[in-house]
């Protein structure tokens, strides 16, 4: 979707349910998410350490969000790095929900 100072793709794995980052075709992080109806409920983002303080998670998460807006729907940030993201970047305010305790448990419920 996009090149930084390392040549990174953002692709969208439905089959995994992440955006997946990868560096010369290695996956080297990912933001993980779950659908409850129209809304993205995304609850854990990595990097690979060897990748650390490259620019990979933000560019990750912004393509991740700019994809979740093409599609119509909307963000839940229950993970804390898109949370952070989400408070630097307003553009995304008009399709953030608030993590609610119905949404924390409906996720428990997925994730097991």
Do not use: N
């Not at 990868?22 to 659908?35: S, W």
């Not at 983002?45 to 303080?53: L, P, S």
């Not at 729907?73 to 995304?92: G, N, T, W």
């Amino acid at each position: 979707m996009s090149e930084s100072s390392t040549t990174a793709v953002v692709e969208r794995v439905d089959t995994e349910r992440r955006y997946e980052i990868l560096v010369e075709g290695r996956r080297v992080g990912l933001t993980a998410y779950r659908d409850l109806g129209g809304r993205r409920v995304f609850f854990h983002t990595e990097i690979d350490e060897a990748f650390a303080g490259q620019g990979l998670a933000p560019q990750l998460v912004q393509q991740a969000l700019d994809d979740v807006r093409a599609s119509g729907m909307r963000i839940v940030p229950v993970c804390p790095y898109v949370a952070k993201f989400l408070k630097r970047h307003d553009e995304f305010t008009d399709i953030t929900d608030r993590v609610t305790p119905d949404v924390l448990q409906w996720l428990k419920s997925q994730l097991g």
